[in-house]
């Protein structure tokens, strides 16, 4: 029987057993019912997306922390005692939290949440307030307090939370901050004036640094540093992103030197510049198809010590005027590349990452990986820098949360908030008369 779970017909076969269906999902599957009945067992709703999801199979010899998928009513009943006796005080009653940083609980998954309390037990989640609270207690008493959390209603997303709109698209915004660049650098970077810097196929670190120096008048330009008085780091990010995503090209002005002179003088240059001007190194500035004024202004400065860089002061010292002519020259009549960027994802596409593991918009159909939709925003963003720095170790998540940048942790954090969270289906037996 799939698409349903028919309570009454469950009770008509066994009439033990007593079913609590919680939030069931539009719709889902359950296992065959022999198995429904012999364990009490918990069933993951809302994952009705088209053969998205294999459902997990749960067998009863998973693992140790399975076990509690196999909670009976009274060991619910039990961990409702030890929760609010220890629990509520942070993490809300009916495990919504009102906390900064403290997790929603209520609703996630039981596998998952005995896991963690585990892993605080065994201080490996770093320190913080629970290692602390679960110090005293057993086994036992964990896993029943991991599924009574597990039985009660997930937290309903609310205006609030998530409310944080997603920041605009980097990009776009680089583009719109660049708008009044484009008189000297050119449209798109690429300089139509002699003696301005193109500012395409450049790293954006180097770019960012550029600026900064600028800012700071460690590198000396009035009109640059006047130019940058007002912009944000943010913004030079995204100024520094929008140009390295621009397609490059030579730009468009005229080099007087000789060219072939120059490409042989360059190779004392390659070494770090590479052979045809194109760096692989971020803090290495790309010469192929800059504007040659620049290039020549660029060597000038340095050799006069007006812009100070000790590495290129030196070799810079060494070069006549017709030298730095020819290998401007040079440099100006090379293809210039893109730089190693990439079009930073938009906060849905890394969901799409990001839901292989934690389930269609958040929510969990495996009872060990935790269900991320409605959860606190606060505590999604603390979390992804925590697996980030390593405060908070996970294979799995080091690899996913290096690759992010802080906007991006923003921005997921805000989508997962939003979602709406869809809890765990629990078919609870009542313990047997007798035992404990
Ligand atoms: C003093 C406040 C406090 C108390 C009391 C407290 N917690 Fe926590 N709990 C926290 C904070 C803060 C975090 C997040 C810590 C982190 O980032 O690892 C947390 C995290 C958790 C997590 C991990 C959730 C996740 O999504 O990874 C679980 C499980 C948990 N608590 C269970 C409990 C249980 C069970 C009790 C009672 C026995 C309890 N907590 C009592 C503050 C508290
Ligand atoms: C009025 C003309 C003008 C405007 C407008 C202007 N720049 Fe410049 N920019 C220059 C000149 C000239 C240089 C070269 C200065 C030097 O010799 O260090 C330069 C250099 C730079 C460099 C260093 C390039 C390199 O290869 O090291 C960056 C980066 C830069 N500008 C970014 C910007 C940004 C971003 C804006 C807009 C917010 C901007 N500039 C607006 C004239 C301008
Ligand atoms: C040891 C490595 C190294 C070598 C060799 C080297 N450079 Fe550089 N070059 C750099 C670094 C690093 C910078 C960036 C310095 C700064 O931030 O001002 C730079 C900057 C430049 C710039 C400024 C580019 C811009 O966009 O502002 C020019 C022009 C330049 N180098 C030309 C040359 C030439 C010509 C040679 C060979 C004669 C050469 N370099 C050899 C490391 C090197
Ligand atoms: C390969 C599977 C996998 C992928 C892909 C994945 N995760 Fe996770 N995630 C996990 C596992 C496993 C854990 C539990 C790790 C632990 O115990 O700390 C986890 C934990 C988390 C937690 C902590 C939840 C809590 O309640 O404390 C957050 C937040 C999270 N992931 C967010 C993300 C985001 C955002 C992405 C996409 C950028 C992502 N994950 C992609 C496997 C994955």
């Known amino acids: 029987m799939q698409g349903s779970i028919d309570a009454t017909s469950l009770n008509r076969r066994e009439a033990r057993v007593r079913i609590f269906v919680r939030h069931m999902g539009a719709c889902f599957r359950c296992p065959s019912l022999p198995t429904l009945v012999a364990i009490v067992g918990v069933f993951f709703a809302g994952t009705c997306f088209e053969g998205a999801f294999a459902q997990p199979r749960i067998n009863s010899d998973d693992g140790p922390e399975l076990r509690t998928l196999y909670a009976n009513s009274q060991d619910i009943e039990e961990g409702k005692r030890i929760v609010e006796s220890s629990c509520t005080g942070c993490h809300g009653a009916n495990g919504i939290s009102e906390s900064p940083g403290v997790p929603h609980l209520a609703g ?12 605080y037990q065994a201080g490996v989640r770093g320190e913080n307030a629970m290692n602390n609270v679960v110090r005293p207690l057993s086994d036992d008493a964990l896993f029943k307090a991991a599924a009574y959390f597990a039985s009660l209603d997930p937290p309903q997303t609310n205006a609030a939370n998530g409310a944080k709109a997603a920041a605009p698209d980097p990009v776009q915004a680089g583009k719109t901050a660049a708008a009044g660049c484009a008189g000297c650098h050119g449209d798109g970077g690429i300089s139509k004036t002699p003696g301005m810097p193109s500012l395409v196929g450049l790293d954006p670190k180097y770019l ?28 030079m990010n995204n100024i520094a992103l929008y140009y390295a995503l621009q397609k490059p090209e030579r730009a468009q002005t005229p080099a007087a030197g000789d060219r072939v002179a120059g490409g042989t003088a360059g190779a004392a240059c390659a070494g770090c510049h590479g052979t045809d001007g194109v760096s692989g ?11 040659a004024a620049y290039l020549g202004s660029a060597l000038q400065a340095y050799k006069q010590g007006t812009r100070s860089d000790e590495t290129m002061k030196g070799l810079a010292a ?13 440099y100006a009549s090379q293809e210039p590349k893109p730089p190693n960027v990439r079009q930073p994802l938009t906060a849905e596409e890394w969901a799409q990452r990001c839901d292989r593991c934690h389930g269609v918009n958040g929510n969990s159909s495996d009872p060990r990986l935790p269900a991320l939709a409605a959860q606190r925003l606060d505590y999604l963003e ?34 997962y908030a939003r979602q709406k969270a869809r809890g765990v289906v629990f078919v609870v037996l009542p313990s047997k008369p007798g035992t404990k």
């Open 318 to 330: 060494s070069l006549d005027d017709g030298a730095v002519r020819n290998l401007a020259a040079f």
């Open 281 to 291: 190194n971020p803090a290495t500035p790309s010469l192929a198809g800059q504007d």
């Open 108 to 119: 996630q998954r039981p596998a998952y949440l005995y896991l963690e309390l585990r892993a």
């Open 208 to 235: 960012v640094a550029a600026m900064k120096a600028y800012k700071s008048g460690q590198r000396k330009n009035d009109m640059m540093k006047s130019m940058l008085a007002s912009v944000t780091d943010a913004s």
């Open 382 to 415: 603390k979390v992804l820098q925590d697996y980030r720095t390593g405060a908070r170790k996970s294979p799995q998540m080091a690899a996913m949360s290096n690759v992010l940048t802080d906007q991006d942790i923003t921005n997921v954090a805000a989508h």
